[in-house]
């Protein structure tokens, strides 16, 4: 019997995923559950396992983008694998790096001491990523694998070659006919070219398709967050000793988030075709940076956590992201995003919808400013908040009032106790 390898679906409005990496070669033996080969979307990073016992033949070859659902490869569960056979990873003779020049397959583990948050990495590589590796004379112990399992991925070691030569510690591979750097002239301008990774790719067209697609405009307002920062220091501890988590200032905007949009409905709706999707829950959308982009996981159903779940929520996806334990599941759904450029010290700036979303919240730096309270000139902490939203479903009245309905919860938290 030929079993199909068919490329899974990995969320909605994702079409297409790149295939990164065969763990296995084309003719190998493979075991049911076994890793096959990596996928990466701009959403996230999928290994497939076999689903059976035989005979691997492979269709597409890394590197290609598939759509979901393609056949990539089959197996032959008719031929018998060997007893005690052990996976291994070949390299073919089509290789140009001889065998004895590739790294370790399985470099040694590095000792981690006990204060280190994060445990040891195997670090397992694929042939593709070993002669990657090989050819560009790279320490395999450096880079970051964020591949299921911490694997390092063609892409990671693509991401890691976007570092300056000085940042990897070693001169760059010119060709001959170009000066090195200690011999270049005085004055003389240099450049790199270096491939976009898979995901890097994927993120660049989906963020070219949100601008081409939607009719998304940007509102803007301020917003004084004295009376949440008060509240924040008077209540810190304990709210840290009952719940075990820390009370943070995206819960707040989580829930005024939530007061806004049952308010107006269009900014939690999609549009779809000629129609339009409302939704009456709010998966509310948190955008996380990570080392290869920022990825969204998304809250289900907001509306039934307090301030300490939401919370809660925020660091679990955070840990999932470090220990590329994310799932598909945590990805899918969302309808309304936040994003906090605040945290890298951003002051302003114009978020990008995430489509097929028809809103988007961005919060800033907070920033001591003089305002005027009472005609009196005061200096309070002042952060900036843009709404960019579809133009095509929601009007500008409805996204101006959506966003100073924000700024009078979060000016005045007890409205969202009261829910008023």
Not at 157 to 163: D, T
Not at 193 to 207: F, G, K, T, W
Not at 293 to 312: C, D, N, R, S, T
Request: glycine share 8%; with cysteine.
């Amino acid at each position: 019997m030929v079993l199909e390898i068919k490329i899974p679906g990995v969320g909605e409005s994702v079409q297409e995923a790149i295939l990164a990496q065969w763990y296995r070669q084309d003719g190998d033996m493979v075991h049911k559950d076994e890793p096959l080969f990596v996928i990466e979307t701009d959403k996230v990073t999928l290994e497939i396992e076999a689903e059976a016992d035989g005979v691997l033949k492979i269709l597409v070859e890394e590197g290609e983008t598939v759509a979901i659902g393609a056949v990539v490869g089959t197996i032959d569960t008719d031929a018998a694998i060997p007893e005690n056979e052990e996976p291994v990873v070949k390299v073919t003779e089509e290789e140009t790096v001889p065998e004895e020049a590739l790294p370790p397959l399985q470099p040694e583990k590095e000792e981690v001491s006990e204060e280190t948050a994060i445990p040891p990495v195997q670090k397992i590589l694929a042939p593709s990523v070993r002669r990657l590796v090989a050819e560009k004379n790279l320490n395999a112990k450096e880079i970051p694998g964020t591949g299921p399992g911490g694997r390092i991925t063609k892409g990671d070691v693509l991401l890691y070659l976007e570092k300056t030569p000085a940042d990897l510690g070693a001169k760059p591979q010119l060709p001959p006919s170009v000066p090195t750097p200690d011999t270049r002239w005085p004055g003389e301008a240099q450049t790199r070219r270096e491939p976009m990774s898979p995901i890097r790719q994927r993120i660049a067209e989906r963020l070219l398709a949100a601008k081409q697609n939607t009719a998304m405009l940007t509102t803007f307002n301020e917003i004084d967050m004295q009376n949440v920062i008060s509240i924040r220091a008077q209540f810190k501890e304990a709210f840290q000793k009952k719940y075990g988590v820390s009370l943070g200032f995206m819960s707040f905007f989580i829930k005024a988030t939530l007061v806004a949009l049952g308010e107006f409905p269009e900014i939690n709706a999609s549009i779809d075709g000629q129609d339009i999707v409302y939704h009456d829950y709010y998966h509310i959308g948190i955008a996380i940076g990570a080392e290869r982009g920022l990825v969204v996981p998304v809250i289900q159903h907001a509306e039934k956590l307090g301030f300490a779940g939401l919370e809660q929520a925020i660091i679990d996806f955070v840990a999932k992201i470090k220990e590329n334990r994310l799932e598909l599941a945590d990805l899918e759904g969302g309808t309304f995003t936040i994003t906090n450029g605040g945290v890298y010290g951003s002051l302003l700036s114009t978020p990008i919808l995430n489509i097929p979303q028809s809103g988007i919240l961005g919060m800033h730096k907070i920033e001591k400013r003089p305002v005027v309270i009472n005609d009196e000139v005061v200096i309070r902490p002042m952060m900036y908040v843009a709404l960019s939203y579809d133009h095509r479903l929601v009007d500008g009245r409805q996204a101006v009032t959506f966003l100073k309905r924000i700024k009078e919860c979060i000016e005045n938290p007890e409205r969202i106790m009261m829910e008023i």
